[in-house]
Structure formats: C-alpha cells, structure tokens
C-alpha cells in the first residue's frame, strides 16, 4: 500500500464514523418520562429551559450526549434532558381498544357542545353557563349536559372522576388537568390537535387554547371521563 494513502485511512475512518453517527441518531429508540422534568435547549443544566415535560410523555429519542438525551420535540425540535428521568423501551404498537371510536363520539359530541359557550365570561366560583363559570365549573356544567356528575373543584375532579391516561392516549372530551407542587389549580377539556377549551382566568372568557404554553402551570395528568 502506498505511504500517501496510508495517511488519508484515519481521516476516512473518522469521516465514516461521524457520517454513521448522524445516520443512526434517529434510531437510538423511544422512552418514558420518569417525573415532570425540565428540558434544555443544550445537554446542560446551565443552558437555556426549552420546554417541560411530563411523567408518563412519551418521547423519541433522537440522540446521545454523555448524560444527556437529545428528544424530538412535535415542531421537530430537539431538546435535552438528562438520561436518568428516561426509561428507555421498545414498545409494540399497541392494538386499539374496541370502544375506542365510540369513546372517541362521545368525546366529540361533549367538544361540540362545550364550543356553544365561547365567549361565556370567566366568573370566580362561577358554574352558569350563560353568566359565568371558573375552569371547574365549565367542566361539571358541561358534563352535567350528558348526565355525569363531576366534582366541583379542579382538585377534587383530578382526585375523584375518571380514570388516568397518558397525553398519547388523549381524545377530545378528556380533561387536562394543570398545577404547581403537587396542587391541581386549573382544569380543562380537550379539544383535539393539542388544543383546550377552557374557562382560563379572570377577565377572560371561554375560549380554546393551546394544550400548553409557556408561562403556563405545568400538565399534572389526563382523565376521561367516559370508557
């Protein structure tokens, strides 16, 4: 072998290696969120907060940077979060529940007839439909339409009605339940693409919204209310 092509070998290995590297990044496979974490635009602590994730989220992981993990955001993002809040797995794609569409009607029929209140002034304590309502008073007058009874806080609708699913599991009519340190403080219905109707704060009124944005109380779970 010649001496001039023995020098360029270590070159074209590296090259081969970070070409493979980049090729494989996508394929590192999918996790779990362990706990509501925070997640940074830089496999730092230190760096600047890009998003927050949830228990139970489930992400795709796009890279690996010593302790950290690169995850694919829905806007194709990617955001860092450190390795020990992801359990990683493989899962099979799970079979759709029989009761599935009916749930999924149900669901739609109480979106549909939430929309009829847009524009419903948010009231403190509130629970009329025609002259105001607070988030957990939109959701139990809402329900009370197709005879279910909730709770009438926030905190006591997270605790007691329905039963948990995970934001992969969301259909419209589920509730989103939102909080700080453990404490439910806020609750609203899903509309679909990412989206909520809600009786948001005082001085505004019904409206629909983004499932979550910045500035925002953290997502503390999801329940539904029809099986």
Same mark, same amino acid.
């Given at each position: 072998?010649?001496k ?6 270590? $070159?074209?290995?590296?090259?081969f290696?970070i070409?493979t590297?980049?090729v494989?990044?996508?394929?590192v ?10 997640? &940074?635009k ?10 927050y ?8 992981i ?5 302790? &950290?993990?690169?995850?694919t ?13 992801i ?11 029989e009761?599935?569409v ?10 549909d007839?939430a ?10 304590g509130?629970?009329?439909?025609k ?10 007058q ?9 709770? *009438? ?12 699913v ?9 509730? $989103?339940?939102y ?5 439910v403080?806020?609750v609203a219905?899903?509309v679909?693409d ?8 005082p ?11 910045r ?5 503390m779970? &999801?329940? *539904?209310?029809?099986?």
């Amino acid at each position: 072998m010649k001496k001039g092509l023995l020098k360029w070998i270590p $070159v074209i290995l590296a090259t081969f290696t970070i070409f493979t590297a980049n090729v494989w990044a996508d394929e590192v496979g999918k996790g779990i969120v362990k706990e509501n974490i925070l997640a &940074y635009k830089t496999p730092s602590t230190d760096g600047i907060t890009a998003s927050y994730l949830n228990a139970g989220d489930q992400i795709v992981i796009a890279e690996e940077i010593d302790n &950290y993990y690169g995850i694919t955001l829905e806007n194709d993002e990617i955001v860092y979060i450190e390795k020990i809040y992801i359990e990683v797995e493989e899962k099979p794609e799970e079979k759709q529940p029989e009761k599935k569409v009916e749930v999924t009607a149900k669901g739609e029929e109480v979106v549909d007839y939430a929309k009829q209140f847009i524009g419903v002034p948010y009231r403190s304590g509130g629970t009329s439909l025609k002259t105001g309502v607070d988030c957990s008073g939109f959701t139990q007058q809402i329900y009370s339409n197709f005879n279910v009874s909730l709770e *009438r806080s926030s905190r006591s609708q997270y605790a007691s009605d329905g039963k948990d699913v995970s934001k992969s599991e969301l259909l419209p009519g589920d509730l $989103v339940f939102y909080g700080v340190g453990g404490s439910v403080r806020h609750v609203a219905i899903y509309v679909g693409d990412n989206k909520i109707i809600h009786a948001p704060v005082p001085g505004k009124s019904v409206c629909i919204d983004a499932m979550w944005e910045r500035g925002c109380d953290p997502i503390m779970g &999801y329940k *539904r209310i029809f099986s």
